[in-house]
């Protein structure tokens, strides 16, 4: 039996998905949780095969999780299952290590099979996200001769970004404002000719950078 543990507040969903899992012979639903707030202790519990997981939930939501069981040393498959296919959000889940990425959108055969995949060592993703993430990593970025280098504020700002904070996550972490954090990431943003934080991690990451 592949184990599954569940993070979602949609209640409706939550209903869907149990019902996908009970006609379902090789999957069985340990537990629902609608927020991550313990997520690392719930898992340390349950020891689940399969971590299934929104992004947006209220306390603490989907990506902030996601961090978290990897801060904690976790190796957990953790597949993300949400309404969200923006560039931001699919990047920063695979850069924070989610093994997959699904829409709920999807047939229910093919979330079935996307955690079969899983499972089996695979990244299931819907097609309209694994287009976005081979847009983000078929073409390198290239250093060129002229690119300014960051001051070391810049340098902070872009590596909470990096690593999947939000603009108020990070502003929090460095104890200064919102404004400052806007302020800071324009000027990254001009300093690497990117026009978005998924081109900036992106770029950050392929050259080194952080």
Known sequence: MIRILLFEDNEDFIDSMKELIQDTHDIELCSVF???????????YYHP???????????????????SIREAGLETTVVM???????????????????GYLLKSSAPEKIIEGIREAHNGGAPMTPS????????????????DDLQKLTAREHDV?????????????????????????????????????????EAVA????????
């Not at 999947?164 to 990070?170: I, L, P, R, T, W």
């Not at 929090?172 to 690497?192: C, P, Q, S």
């Open 34 to 44: 609608n927020n991550c707030k313990d997520a690392v202790r719930h898992i340390q």
């Open 49 to 67: 095969d399969i971590v299934i997981m929104d992004i947006d939930m209220p306390i603490k939501n989907g990506l902030e999780g996601l961090r």
């Open 81 to 99: 299952l949400t309404v969200f296919d923006d560039n931001d959000r699919v990047f920063q889940s695979v850069c924070n290590g989610a093994s």
């Open 129 to 144: 996200v694994a287009k976005q993430v081979l847009k983000l990593f078929s073409a390198p970025f290239r250093k060129s």
């Open 158 to 198: 872009l590596s909470y970004l990096v690593r999947g904070y939000s603009y108020k996550m990070a502003a929090a972490e460095m104890e200064i404002g919102l404004e400052t954090i806007r302020f800071h990431v324009k000027n990254i943003y001009t300093k690497l000719h990117v026009n978005s934080k998924s």
């Open 203 to 210: 770029k950050a990451m392929h050259n080194k950078l952080i």
